[in-house]
C-alpha cells in the first residue's frame, strides 16, 4: 500500500550527508525543508504523503556552517524560507518562478549578518503583522528583520540572554479573548492598540523564558514579562495558536528534562506554571525504576503544538516524541508516544 495512514511513519530519502537538524512542512503541506550539518537546506515535493526528489528536489547552498532551523514564510508573500546557521548568518531564500520551459530555482534575497555567533533558531511572525523574522543567537542577543514597503530589510537587535538565547516563537496575532469579547470594546485599562501588538517569546541558556513587546511610542522591543522555572538552558519555546479564546499557553522545554505549560487566563493575569508528568505514562530506557515526576528520561529538545493549539508534541533525546492534551480537568495528559 503506497498511501500510508495516520498511525504509519514513512522514511524520506533526503540525500543529506550528515545529521538533520530541522525538517518543515509549508503553510499547505506541500513543500518539504530539511537542513544539516553538511551545511546545506532541501526542499522537496510532498506529494500523497511521500517526498519526491527526483527532478523536484532543490539543495540551497549559501551557509559555512552546520544549518539549525528553517522556517517558511506566509504563501502571501511568495514562495519564502528562512535558514539559520552555526555560521552566523540567516539567510532568506525565495523561489523564482520558471517562465515557459524553464524550470525557476531558489535564490538568496537576504544575507542577515548582524550576530557574531551561532544563530540557534528562526521564526516568522504570524502574516497579519507583515514579514517580520525573528533570530535567535548564541551572542546573547536577538534580532528581528522587517521587510519594508519599499523592498529593503530593516534590523533590530537587542540583548536577549546571557551566555546565549536558544528559541523564539511569536505570540498569535489574535488578541486572546476578542472571541468573546467584541473588539470595539477593548479590555478595562488596557489600550486599544493592544490588539495588534507584536510579541514573541524567547528561551535562553540563562534558564529564563523572557516575553518581548514592541512598543510604537518608543520604536524599540520592550521586555514585558521573565518566566522563571527551569533549572537549567532552555532548549525550545512555542506560544500555542489562539482562536480568540481568553486562556494564553506557552510551552518550554528543557536540558533538566522537563517540559513545563504556562498559562495565562486574561491580558492582566500572572503566567502560572505546571510541569508534564511523564512518570505515569513512560518508562525510563536505562532501567525498570519509574522515573522521578515531572522527568523525562533525557534532555527535551523540541516542543511544537498542533493547529488548533490544543495538542502538543514533545521531542526527548531518547528518540521518542509523546503527544499531550489537557483533559477537562485540566490536567496534562500524555496521549500517544511514537519512536522516531
Known amino acids: 500500500m503506497a498511501t500510508a495512514t495516520a498511525t504509519e511513519s514513512v522514511p524520506i530519502e533526503t540525500a543529506h550527508e550528515d545529521m538533520i537538524h530541522d525538517a518543515q512542512l509549508d503553510y499547505y503541506g506541500k513543500r518539504l525543508a530539511t537542513c544539516s550539518s553538511d551545511r546545506t537546506v532541501k526542499v522537496f515535493d510532498v506529494i500523497e504523503g511521500e517526498a519526491q526528489r527526483s527532478g523536484n528536489g532543490h539543495t540551497l547552498k549559501g551557509h559555512t556552517g552546520p544549518v539549525w532551523q528553517v522556517a517558511w514564510a506566509h504563501p502571501k508573500f511568495g514562495h519564502i524560507l528562512a535558514s539559520c546557521s552555526y555560521d552566523g548568518k540567516v539567510l532568506i531564500w525565495k523561489e523564482q518562478q520558471g517562465q515557459g520551459s524553464a524550470t ?6 537576504k544575507e542577515h549578518t548582524l550576530h557574531t555567533a551561532s544563530v540557534n533558531s528562526v ?5 497579519e503583522l507583515g514579514a517580520i523574522l525573528a533570530c535567535a543567537s548564541s551572542d546573547g542577543k536577538i534580532s528581528v528583520l522587517t521587510f519594508k514597503n519599499d523592498g529593503t530589510w530593516g534590523a533590530d537587535i537587542f ?21 468573546i469579547i ?7 485599562n488596557q489600550p486599544a492598540s ?6 514573541f517569546a524567547s528561551a535562553g541558556c540563562d534558564n529564563l523564558v523572557r516575553i518581548w513587546g ?12 521573565t518566566l522563571e522555572g527551569h533549572t537549567d538552558w532552555v532548549r525550545d519555546v512555542a506560544w500555542a495558536p489562539n482562536i480568540g479564546l481568553p486562556r494564553s499557553y506557552i510551552a518550554t522545554a528543557s536540558q533538566d528534562r522537563t517540559v513545563l505549560i504556562w498559562t495565562k487566563d486574561s491580558p492582566t493575569s500572572p503566567w502560572v506554571k505546571t510541569a508534564l508528568d511523564p512518570s505515569s505514562t513512560i518508562t525510563s530506557p536505562t532501567s525498570t525504576a519509574p522515573l522521578p515526576a515531572g522527568k523525562f528520561p533525557d534532555v527535551v529538545w523540541r516542543v511544537s503544538w498542533s493547529l488548533a493549539g490544543n495538542l502538543l508534541s514533545v521531542s526527548c533525546g531518547d528518540g521518542k516524541v509523546t503527544l499531550w492534551k489537557e483533559n477537562l480537568k485540566g490536567v496534562w495528559e500524555c496521549v500517544s508516544d511514537m519512536n522516531s
Open 123 to 127: 521564526s516568522w511572525a504570524p502574516h
Open 104 to 109: 525557476g530555482g531558489w535564490n538568496k534575497i
Open 182 to 188: 467584541p473588539q470595539a470594546q477593548p479590555l478595562p
Open 194 to 199: 493592544l490588539s495588534s501588538i507584536k510579541r
Open 214 to 225: 514592541y512598543r510604537d511610542d518608543a520604536q524599540s522591543w520592550v521586555e514585558e514579562e
Open 159 to 179: 540583548n536577549g540572554h546571557a551566555i546565549g538565547c536558544n528559541a523564539v516563537s511569536w505570540a498569535p496575532a489574535i488578541q486572546p479573548g476578542s472571541l
